[in-house]
Structure formats: C-alpha cells, structure tokens
T-cell receptor, first 111, second 113 residues
Framework: GENVEQHPSTLSVQEGDSAVIKCTYS??????FPWYKQELGKRPQLIID?????GEKKDQRIAVTLNKTAKHFSLHITETQPEDSAVYFC??????????FGKGTRLHILP | DAGVIQSPRHEVTEMGQEVTLRCKPI?????LFWYRQTMMRGLELLIY????????DSGMPEDRFSAKMPNASFSTLKIQPSEPRDSAVYFC???????????FGPGTRLTVL
C-alpha cells in the first residue's frame, strides 16, 4: 500500500528566506499530490496540488515539484512571511479512492 | 455554501461514556471522510464513505468505534465506550470525488477524562 514520508518534521526559516518541504511516496501508480496547510487551531486546507502529467506548478510564492522517477515531490515557499507559519501536510493516493497524509512539517517563520 | 459542518466543536466526557460526533458534508459532495489528529500519530484516516456506503474502515482503531451515513447530508462517528487515549481532534471532510481536493470541517476536540 501507499506510504508517504515527509521531511523535515520541523523547519525554522528567517522571514524573507525560502522554505522547502519534501515528501516521498511508494506507489508508482500515484498520480495526484496535494499539499494542505493547517494553521494553529484551524482545519487543514488545500494550498496547491499537482498531477503526474506535469513536473512543476506555481501559485504566487508557492510551488510544487514532482519527480516521478524518484517518487518524490516538494513544496517550495519563497519570500516567507509570518502568515506562512503553520503545519504543512503532503499527501498521495492509495489506490483509486483515498489519499494518505504525511506526518506534517511544522514551519516557523522567524522575525 | 456553509462548508462542512461538525458538532459539537468541543466535547469533554468521562471514560466509559458514549460519544457521538456529527458531520454535515458540503451539498453535492459524494465522498465523506473521518480523520483523527493527534500529535503522535498525525492525521489518520478512520473511515470513508462514497455515496453513503462505507468503502474502507480499515483505519477504525477498534470495535469501540463505529460510523454511519444514513443519507447524503449526515454522518456520525460513535465511540462506545470512550477511553482517555481517544482524546484527539476528529475531522470530517467531504469531496466531489475520492482523489480530489477534500474540504475539512472545523473539527471536534474530544477530551476523555
């Protein structure tokens, strides 16, 4: 079955610097890779996703890259701001009918 | 649309009591998911429904946990009897498919004393 590994578990970056979070998956048939952001005390919300027919997708300061050969995908946040502080979850499909979440990365943006 | 609605938002109960968590998915969504979130185990999928039918309950930890979806607009997650280790935030999510964006409810914070 699908196994999603996420690293690092905690990340601190200076405001204005970039942050990178990485995930690996095991099922080579996986074709959908979402990233969710969960602010303190709030619900997880989708911030960006990528399907396996593309290698990179950008949305303003956020980008996701996918390497299907190596079975890993990454979230990149540039010019980090205080409001980027949150827990970020990657996910990948397990079979055709559900997704499995990584353990999460707690991102701290330092002033 | 009001989004996914969960009740109660907070529940404090004593060990051995029955707990029922409720969820109303977004209208038109045909998939509903129940998750449990803890610091140690992260976000775990407990069970999900497609068109009101339970598809996979392999994440349900024990027989003490049960879930139902009697119609397209309502689902319950029941714990009977509850134990302190059940303390967690329980999220319900819905989507218009299975491998697409999921919309989470605000969660129910359960504390079992």
């Amino acid at each position: 079955g699908e196994n999603v590994e996420q690293h690092p578990s905690t990340l601190s970056v200076q405001e204005g610097d970039s942050a990178v979070i990485k995930c690996t998956y095991s099922d080579s048939a996986s074709n959908y890779f979402p990233w969710y952001k969960q602010e303190l005390g709030k619900r997880p919300q989708l911030i960006i996703d990528i399907r396996s027919n593309v290698g990179e997708k950008k949305d303003q300061r956020i980008a996701v890259t996918l390497n299907k050969t190596a079975k890993h995908f990454s979230l990149h946040i540039t010019e980090t701001q205080p409001e980027d502080s949150a827990v970020y979850f990657c996910a990948a499909p397990k079979g055709d009918d559900k997704i499995i979440f990584g353990k999460g990365t707690r991102l701290h943006i330092l002033p | 649309d009001a989004g996914v609605i969960q009740s109660p938002r907070h529940e404090v109960t004593e060990m051995g009591q029955e707990v029922t968590l409720r969820c109303k998915p977004i209208s038109g969504h045909n998939s509903l998911f129940w998750y449990r979130q803890t610091m140690m185990r992260g976000l775990e999928l407990l069970i999900y429904f497609n068109n009101n039918v339970p598809i996979d309950d392999s994440g349900m930890p024990e027989d003490r946990f049960s879930a139902k979806m009697p119609n397209a607009s309502f689902s319950t997650l029941k714990i009977q009897p509850s134990e302190p280790r059940d303390s967690a935030v329980y999220f319900c999510a819905s989507s218009s498919g299975t491998v697409v964006e999921q919309f989470f409810g605000p969660g129910t914070r359960l504390t079992v004393l």
